[in-house]
């Protein structure tokens, strides 16, 4: 089972990533998924879910109507587009498999001018 994220990166603040999650060795279809972020010194929050169909999803407050969580079921692909960038979304960002409750590798983002 892997779950590899990738597409972090520095960006100013205001822009834009697209963050990818690749899952194998998992029926990914069928589980729930979730991005995660950790900044330093901080815990591990939950940002962003989206269900199994990709019809449901939850944001946190921090983070809803800036970033938009997405997957392709075909590819066994998960998504997060974060917008509006600001600094104190610095962080680690990690997928996870809800179901299984499997973590993958973390991906750094750093919003800085």
């Known amino acids: 089972v892997q779950l590899q994220a990738s597409g972090g990166g520095l960006v100013q603040p205001g822009g834009s990533l697209r963050l990818s999650c690749a899952v194998s060795?998992?029926?990914?279809?069928?589980?729930?998924m979730g991005w995660f972020r950790q900044a330093p010194g901080k815990q591990r929050d939950l940002i962003a879910t989206i269900s199994s169909g990709g019809n449901t999803n939850y944001y946190a407050d921090s983070v809803k109507g800036r970033f938009t969580i997405s997957r392709d079921n075909a590819k066994n692909m998960l998504y997060l587009q974060m917008n509006s960038l600001k600094p104190e979304d610095t962080a680690v960002y990690y997928c996870?498999?809800?179901?299984?409750?499997?973590w993958g590798q973390g991906t750094l983002v750093t919003v800085s001018s």
């Open positions: 996870r498999d809800i179901n299984l409750q499997l």
């Open positions: 060795g998992v029926f990914f279809s069928i589980n729930n």
